[in-house]
């Protein structure tokens, strides 16, 4: 009896024995061949580097360079669960951050890697590298870093690129995985796609540890494209010079086709911080920064144009003929209208002027009476025709339309009616309009190109932007053009910029950012100073370059902005004479916020060019009109008595 019960035991584990190996043979045979083939053979991507941002010469602003990523193997789950304190602590990362990584990949098959560390540190790959026995889900993958330039040189325009987000990999239908860098806001938004290639693939013969003992097939990446701006390097080193310490934006066009020659803004932030993955803090530290270094003010900034506006005025007065060219008016410093005292920022006011002296030395009191005449729907009508209150469509993301106020506008955003007085305020570029510097650039351009607007573009493509076209007569481009190469020749209000052998031409502007009382009542004088402007070109007739100023609290424009404009065409000129427009700076030794490497090639480039012609010193000039008080508020954009 014994002996059969043990004879029917061994059968029965016999039975049990054969269905198991016919589970594992038969019935999962498929399984766990893949599960020994993932043991056996590792899959390692391979990343595609960006492509390079060149200069319009050929020379390299942003690139990349090699670092090496930690790779996560989540082949085996449990395995990956046991482990991963003992990985946060050796990487020296939270085990909250991981499994918040691992929390955002569930959707990726498990035999596809995750980064979990974007830039490996020495003491991680030591600590990789003597754990492969022991932790073997972890791997280093060989990556090209960002790299730009340091100190928040054209940060703006070259924008950053950072990890996806899970909203981008939603909106990607497939395109990207999380880890994945891609471009975040400026050209590396913008050309996304064009600068990111194709990752490849490396599939690898690995041991019981992980360690590689040999390779299969590979499939090479595919790099991304290089794109070719329109930036001339040069005249970028002097706009970011000029810039450094104060807060505004430079814009330089070529208005004849649109080309973008340089675009700086500050204050400004270093890209390289988010090249790899920037900091919760950090990210939140720049975001309530009381400067905004975020904003590109070149495209962002929306702020009232000052006495620039007058050109616009002008424009609309001598196409519409609703008033004479040879209209002249008295300036005893003063003009009331609708029972209301209008001053002008010559107290003594300029005596009789005529259009033309109007605009040299910038006549509040004549732009009062003009508005008056023109009304705000003709003004309105001019101003948006001739680019102002809509975007530009530069090749960038997150630009500004601006405001032209009218009557239609008010009513439908604040359901009240226009009242005359606001259109006074509006005359010299105060009251509800705002703009940017890559509006006026764009406007002023066209404007004196006859009505031909060339869409901004910062990619070089070899042929003209897009145009449009509002026709303005030879007879009025001839006036105004002749009327701006007086505000800097003929000792108009930027005297103090005129330069040598150059028909430089252009105008100034200084918008009150907040009412005379109120500055009285906020007793904070200096942290409410107006905010300067410029926007000036040459050569007279037929120009070829625009350079827009904004310094913001810079107090006149003819002190602040019009001479970095100038300093900006005498570069031009100097290049165009074959001389490197930066060598004085380079010879002191370094530029604040300019990168050493860059300031090394560019003094290897200078040193078989001469020494480029010395500036006109600034002199005393009239002071540019005071522009009366900025509202949104329209019943409130009356100066007071």
Not at 49 to 55: F, I, K, T, Y
Not at 143 to 161: D, E, I, L, T, W
Not at 479 to 488: D, R, S
Not at 575 to 589: A, I, N, T, W, Y
């Amino acid at each position: 009896m014994r002996l059969t019960v043990i004879s029917y035991t061994i059968v029965g584990l016999m039975a049990l024995l054969l269905l198991g190996f016919w589970k594992l043979q038969i019935i999962h045979s498929d399984l766990y061949a893949q599960l020994a083939e993932r043991n056996r053979v590792r899959s390692i991507p391979i990343i595609a580097p960006r492509g390079a941002m060149l200069d319009r010469y050929g020379r390299v602003i942003v690139d990349n360079y090699p670092s090496f990523s930690v790779l996560l193997l989540r082949d085996d789950p449990q395995q990956v669960d046991r482990l991963l304190p003992q990985i946060a602590d050796g990487l020296s990362v939270t085990l909250d951050d991981l499994k918040q990584q691992l929390d955002a990949a569930t959707a990726l098959p498990h035999f596809q890697p995750i980064v979990i560390k974007p830039e490996a540190t020495p003491g991680d790959i030591a600590f990789i590298e003597s754990h492969r026995a022991d932790i073997p889900v972890l791997e280093m993958l060989m990556v090209h870093r960002r790299r730009y330039p340091r100190g928040g040189f054209m940060a703006h325009v070259s924008g950053y690129v950072g990890e996806v987000s899970s909203d981008q990999i939603e909106e990607s239908g497939g395109r990207y995985r999380p880890g994945d860098i891609v471009g975040k806001a400026g050209l590396e938004r913008q050309y996304n796609d064009h600068l990111m290639g194709i990752d490849g693939m490396r599939r690898s013969v690995v041991n019981s540890i992980g360690r590689e003992v040999g390779r299969l097939e590979q499939t090479d990446a595919v790099p991304g494209k290089p794109i070719r701006l329109t930036i001339d390097y040069d005249l970028q080193l002097v706009a970011e010079e000029a810039l450094v310490g104060k807060k505004g934006a430079v814009v330089a066009i070529d208005p004849k086709s649109g080309e973008v020659l340089a675009m700086a803004s500050q204050p400004s932030y270093d890209p390289n911080d988010f090249a790899i993955r920037i900091s919760r803090q950090e990210w939140q530290e720049l975001n309530e920064d009381p400067e905004h270094p975020l904003v590109d003010r070149a495209i962002q900034a929306q702020l009232a144009p000052g006495s620039v506006f007058k050109i616009f005025m002008t424009t609309a007065m001598l196409e519409s003929k609703a008033i004479p060219d040879t209209y002249k008016v008295f300036c005893p410093g003063y003009a009331e209208f609708y029972g209301r005292i209008f001053h002008d920022a010559e107290k003594e006011g300029h005596g009789e002027m005529d259009l033309h002296s109007a605009i040299v030395h910038s006549c509040d009191v004549y732009f009062y009476n003009v508005g008056k005449q023109l009304g705000i729907d003709r003004i309105s009508y001019y101003a948006a025709n001739l680019g102002l209150g809509r975007k530009t469509g530069i090749d960038l993301p997150g630009e500004e339309t601006g405001l032209v106020p009218s009557e239609q506008w008010k009513q439908r955003v604040f359901h009240q009616k226009w009242y005359p007085g606001e259109t006074i305020s509006v005359s010299i570029g105060q009251g509800a309009t705002v703009v940017t510097p890559m509006q006026l650039a764009y406007t002023i351009g066209g404007i004196v190109l006859g009505g031909k607007f060339h869409q901004p573009r910062l990619l070089a493509s070899g042929t003209p932007s897009p145009e449009v076209d509002f026709p303005i007569s030879d007879s009025t481009v001839d006036f105004i053009t002749q009327a701006m190469w007086g505000v800097v020749n003929e000792g108009g209000t930027a005297g103090a910029s005129k330069l040598p052998d150059i028909e430089f031409c252009g105008k100034t502007g200084t918008a009150q950012v907040i009412s005379l009382e109120g500055k009285q009542r906020s007793g904070k004088q200096s942290a409410l100073r107006n905010n300067a402007w410029f926007v000036g070109f040459a050569p007279r007739r037929d120009p070829e370059i625009v350079v827009a100023v904004l310094v913001q609290g810079g107090g006149f424009g003819a002190e602040s902005a019009a001479p970095i404009a100038r300093d900006i065409v005498k570069a031009y000129y100097d290049k165009k004479r074959g001389k490197l427009p930066p060598q004085e700076l380079l010879s002191q030794g370094t530029l604040p916020g300019i990168p050493e490497a860059i300031l090394v090639q560019a003094q290897r480039a200078s040193q078989s060019r001469s020494r480029p012609e010395e500036t006109v010193p600034d002199e005393p000039e009239p002071s540019p009109a005071k522009p009366q008080p900025v509202s949104t508020k329209p019943e409130a954009t009356a100066a007071t008595p």
